[in-house]
């Protein structure tokens, strides 16, 4: 049984509108199926159900072979980014708006709060491309790259790959300076720095539709922010400015970008000279879902393991706390439906129960996770998170302050607003973070 099966199977149930959505039966001789299967928590429920135990008369009935399977797999707790579409929830809207700006060739770059699902939408988005054979896309994790001459080959190659599996051009053969006629790196080149951007313009001449670069954790190429080595940091940055002058002068190749710091291309200056990444892209801020996204959600999740969330105030209760951050969302209802026993199905995660989560202090749950989410923010945003608790103070004076900092610069808390702790009016919207401040 190969992994890669699961997809397929996603797949066509996926496309078929007379089965149900979130359940499969797969039979099998692979005695390593139903481990397989477990290891796919969030995507599908599917019951692996082996073939030689049928046909010797020892399998257990099909009810609990399901109970079996729903019961031991926990689809909410999964803190990786989702990469099947069937485990991925909302966002349709910036999807859509996104996906367009692409094919024009307009570069986006996506922002916000930590396990927001950033990742998840890049990968929602390089799927959809995916199902267009002519489209062309390049992917790079910079947190995965130690040297900015990994990152140039890393979109080199990737380019040349992609642009040999194109209808038709299984067989090009461009002449580069930075790589080999197999397309990959030439090891008698030092730097490619000097050549790469011109074997990127030759690439690009083979293709028909906008070429896309996907950069995850691109933060990381502000030098001043950055992890890498200070001189890698400078030469990664210096590489994105070289891209953006492929990404200006023509209609083939557009950047799409996430991560948690936008100062890339939100500040003019860099150590006191212009930046020219400074708006090189659309700036798209990824705030937490929306009520209706969250509890389509966390239904669809429960109803792949015999939970059910079925009242409105189960729904509003989450919302209120968490304001649609799907990790932290996620959390609470592991939790609570934590409290099953084997036989509960279907279980039925009441007021009671779902309170309960709420306020646990379970190691790795909501109450940590939600303080995880606003030490990351303070640390990318230091200036806005210490107004952020002045505006939440218990002490009148601070609070008092927090206003008259505010008259002076309304747009002081731009970030706050931007990615989700607090509504326009600033009024607290992941309330589990905003509690976090007195910590």
């Known amino acids: 049984m190969h992994p890669r099966a699961l997809s397929v199977i996603q797949d066509r149930v996926r496309r078929d509108m007379r089965v149900e959505p979130d359940l499969a039966i797969l039979i099998s001789r692979d005695s390593n199926a139903r481990n397989i299967v477990r290891r796919r928590a969030g995507e599908m429920a599917i019951i692996a159900v082996n073939l030689d135990e049928i046909g010797a008369g020892d399998s257990p009935l099909l009810h609990t072979l399901i109970a079996q399977s729903v019961a031991t797999v926990d689809h909410f707790d999964v803190a990786i980014p989702v990469r099947e579409p069937s485990g991925f929830y909302g966002r349709q809207a910036e ?26 939408l890049l990968n929602a988005l390089d799927t959809l491309r995916s199902n267009d054979e002519r489209n062309v896309t390049v992917r790079v994790d910079v947190s995965e790259i130690i040297t900015a001459e990994q990152f140039r080959s890393t979109v080199l190659e990737g380019l040349w790959e992609q642009v040999r599996s194109l209808p038709g051009k299984e067989n090009v053969q461009p002449r580069l300076r930075s790589l080999t006629r197999q397309g990959t790196r030439r090891t008698d080149l030092v730097d490619s720095a000097t050549s790469w951007i011109q074997d990127l313009r030759v690439l690009l001449e083979y293709v028909e539709t906008p070429a896309v670069l996907i950069v995850d954790e691109i933060d990381q190429a502000f030098p001043s922010r950055s992890n890498l080595d200070a001189d890698e940091a400078q030469s990664l940055f210096r590489s994105l400015v070289q891209l953006r002058s492929v990404i200006q002068e023509q209609e083939h190749f557009a950047l799409l970008c996430a991560g948690v710091d936008p100062a890339l291309f939100e500040r003019p200056l860099v150590d006191g000279k212009d930046n020219l990444l400074y708006k ?46 799907p990790l932290l969302t996620r959390k609470a209802c592991s939790i609570a439906a934590s409290e099953r026993k084997p036989d509960d199905l279907p279980f039925h995660i009441t007021t009671e129960v779902l309170e309960k989560a709420m306020t646990s202090r379970i190691y790795g749950g909501p109450h940590y996770q939600a303080a995880d989410v606003l030490e990351s923010f303070t640390e990318w945003f230091p200036d806005e998170s210490a107004l952020l608790r002045l505006h939440f103070s218990h002490d009148s004076d601070e609070r008092d302050l927090a206003a008259l900092l505010l008259r002076d610069n309304p747009n002081a808390m731009v970030h706050c607003i931007a990615y989700g702790l607090c509504y326009p009016d600033l009024t607290a919207r992941i309330t589990a973070a905003i509690e976090s401040l007195d910590r």
Request: aromatic share 6%.
């Open 95 to 120: 999807i859509e708006t996104i996906a367009n700006d692409l094919k024009r060739a307009v570069s986006v770059g996506v922002f916000g709060l930590r396990k927001a699902g950033k990742t998840s």
């Open 280 to 325: 090189l892209v659309r700036l798209v801020w990824l705030a937490p879902m929306t009520r209706d996204e969250i509890a389509e959600m966390v239904r669809s999740l429960g109803k792949r393991m015999g939970v059910r969330i079925r009242g409105h105030h189960e729904i509003d209760a989450l919302y209120a706390r968490y304001g649609g951050h």
